[in-house]
Every structure is written in structure tokens, then in C-alpha cells.
């Protein structure tokens, strides 16, 4: 079975500053990782996805998350922030073999301020 | 990347009563599945909807509770019967294979329900 452990619950950060949300995960087999973004009252979006090869993974809104095997780790990282990334940001793994179920962590809500 | 809707967006119902929600692709799909979203919490799968068989449901939900029906590819529907105020939360379906790709789940934008 597989967990998810999002390190930090709230993220406040100032409009045009760098920010690091961390993910780190638990897993017996192989993995697929996901960074998803849910905007106020919206559903689920993708952000980027790890499934193989390079360890940086660049995904939209100029996000990119690297892929730590050795510390079980899928940080997502942006260099400057705007307003408009204020959301709930949740790092999910799946399994490369059977149903390839989520797992999610508890999210983490980033709040950019002016 | 799928396309995928829901209905209702929301729905206020009152206790002991039954809401079907209805998540709709707009291509053929290989896997769907239904999420819970307690407030202020992370997702929780329910179940996998399998198509034209019986739901696969995760611990702790049953199929009494949260019949689902997959009839084909694109379609399907989760209820959530003999409400309780409990009940509320956000519902959400998901798809993964098809245009999308088979390693990839695409969510719709969920269903807001509020038990009174």
C-alpha cells in the first residue's frame, strides 16, 4: 500500500516570491506521482505528473516538481508566484500495476499575499 | 485529456433522503471512479466503477450505502442513499485511459452536497 505525506498544511508566501511545497510518499513497488490543483469551489486540475525518466517534470502554469528516489520525495517548486496560484495543491501516487488507485496527501493550501 | 461533467454541481438535501449524481465523459474510457472530499480534507476513494459489473468498493464504503451503476464507457452514476448530515461533502468522479492516456486520472468538477 501506498501513503502520502504533504509536510506543510498552509503555505503563505508574497506575490512574486519563490515557493516549495513538499510531498514526500511511502510505497512497496513502484510509483507514478501527481501534483493536482484545486482552485476555490472547483474540481481537480493536473499539474504535472512523474511517470518516468527525467526527474524534473515541468507541468502548466510554470510549476515543476523533481522526483527524489532516494529520499521518496516529489517537491513541487515554482519561481515566482502570482495571486491567481492561491489553491489547494495535492500530491497523489499510484501504483504501475493493477488499478492504478490514488492515494492522496492532505493538501496543502498556498495563499500568495500582496 | 478527458472532458468530464457531473450533475448537479449542488444540491442541498434533507435526512433519509437519496441523491443520485451523474458523471458524464466525452470519450471512451477504460477506468472511472468515484471520490469523497470531506470539508477541508483530501480526497477519499469510494469505489471503481467497472463497466457492466459490479462496483470494486474501498473500505469502509458499501455498496448499500453507495450504489454506483457504469453502464458503458462514457457514463456513470453514484448514490448516496438514506442521508445523513454526515453525507456532506463534495463528490467527485474520475477517469483515466481513453484519450487521456492510461496512467492519468482526469476529474470532473464535482458535486457539492449539504445534508440537513
Known amino acids: ?114 | 485529456s478527458a472532458v468530464i461533467s457531473q450533475k448537479p454541481s449542488r444540491d442541498i438535501c434533507q435526512r433519509g433522503t437519496s441523491l443520485t449524481i451523474q458523471c458524464q465523459v466525452d470519450s471512451q474510457v477504460t477506468m472511472m471512479f468515484w471520490y469523497r472530499q470531506q470539508p477541508g480534507q483530501s480526497l477519499t476513494l469510494i469505489a471503481t466503477a467497472n463497466q457492466g459489473s459490479e462496483a470494486t468498493y474501498e473500505s469502509g464504503f458499501v455498496i448499500d450505502k453507495f450504489p454506483i451503476s457504469r453502464p458503458n464507457l462514457t457514463f456513470s452514476t453514484l448514490t448516496v442513499s438514506n442521508m445523513s448530515p454526515e453525507d456532506s461533502s463534495i463528490y467527485l468522479c474520475s477517469a483515466q485511459g481513453g484519450q487521456g492516456g492510461l496512467d492519468t486520472q482526469y476529474f470532473g468538477p464535482g458535486t457539492r452536497l449539504t445534508v440537513l
Not at chain 1, 515541468?58 to 495571486?83: C, D, M, Y
Open chain 1, 1 to 114: 500500500a501506498q501513503s502520502v505525506t504533504q509536510l506543510d498544511s498552509q503555505v503563505p508566501v508574497f506575490e512574486e516570491a519563490p515557493v516549495e511545497l513538499r510531498c514526500n510518499y511511502s510505497s512497496s513497488v513502484s510509483v507514478y506521482l501527481f501534483w493536482y490543483v484545486q482552485y476555490p469551489n472547483q474540481g481537480l486540475q493536473l499539474l504535472l505528473k512523474y511517470l518516468s525518466g527525467s526527474t524534473l517534470v515541468k507541468g502548466i502554469n510554470g510549476f515543476e516538481a523533481e522526483f527524489n528516489k532516494s529520499q521518496t520525495s516529489f517537491h513541487l517548486r515554482k519561481p515566482s508566484v502570482h495571486i491567481s496560484d492561491t489553491a489547494e495543491y495535492f500530491c497523489a501516487v499510484s501504483d504501475i500495476q493493477g488499478a492504478q488507485k490514488l492515494v492522496f496527501g492532505q493538501g496543502t493550501r498556498l495563499t500568495i499575499n500582496p
